[in-house]
């Protein structure tokens, strides 16, 4: 059994329809922060090992899924959009203050599958298989207790993942050198390429639009990033 303490930073841009142009312009910041030690969730992990021979391990682990909930305080910002008379309609209708604010994030389950297996002349070759349980993420719901018409419905719609590791260990005495997979190696270095490649997005959103995909669904069907 464990408890987990946990802090929150969410922060956001604030979207507004220019009335002038009838563009879709971010017109404020918001920053949401809690506490540490004001925030957690008790939860629980379960793992067994069993060796069939002397040269194989198999493990497995399940950690449990922790909901909590989190109080905290909300900072509204307003960004200047080069629009004077719009600017001043926008930080008149802004909170003023530190308005308090709620929220609750379920953290997802996992599975962790491993296996040791003893090839001889030092060599150990390690397998593992990570599962999380991401779909019970489905949405973020902000809610500003004292506020009309502020609060915040998030679709995250995630899925559940699979992770796959592989490494292969060799011993010379009491000296370990350790090789992960090539194939984890090359994935990553893909990754990061794409993120050296990408240039951000000046409106702080679209980066993506640059390795051709669509503009992004949410902001074409309701104007919020």
């Given amino acids: 059994v464990d408890y987990r303490f946990s802090k929150v930073q969410l922060e956001r841009n604030v979207p507004g329809v220019d009335p002038f142009t ?3 312009v ?3 910041h918001v920053k949401l922060n809690s506490e540490l030690l004001s925030n957690g969730g008790w939860g629980y992990n379960a793992g067994i090992m069993y060796k069939p021979i002397e040269e ?3 493990g497995a682990a399940y950690r449990s899924a922790i909901t909590i909930d989190y109080d905290g305080t909300a900072t509204f910002t ?3 959009t080069g629009n004077a008379v719009l600017d001043a309609l926008v930080a008149a209708g802004l909170p003023t203050g530190t308005p308090p604010v709620q929220t609750s994030i379920h953290f997802p389950s996992s599975i962790n599958l491993g296996a040791a297996i003893g090839l001889g002349g030092g060599f150990l070759l390690a397998l593992e298989a990570d599962w999380t349980e991401w779909s019970t993420f489905q949405s973020l719901a902000i809610t500003f207790p004292t506020l009309t018409g502020r609060d915040i419905l998030r ?3 995630w899925q559940d993942s699979w992770a796959y590791r592989a490494g292969l260990e060799k011993s010379f005495g009491a000296w370990a050198v ?3 997979a090539v194939v984890l ?3 990553s270095s893909a990754v990061l390429a ?3 490649y990408l240039k951000p997005d000046p409106h702080g959103m679209g980066t993506h639009q640059q390795l051709g995909l669509q503009p992004c669904g949410m902001v074409l069907m309701t104007g919020y990033p």
């Fill in 178 to 180: 350790r090789v992960p």
């Fill in 26 to 28: 971010p017109v404020a």
């Fill in 155 to 157: 679709p995250t719609l």
């Fill in 22 to 24: 009838g563009a879709v």
């Fill in 78 to 80: 307003p960004r200047p």
């Fill in 194 to 196: 794409v993120a050296v």
């Fill in 185 to 187: 190696f090359l994935c």
């Fill in 56 to 58: 194989i391990s198999i």
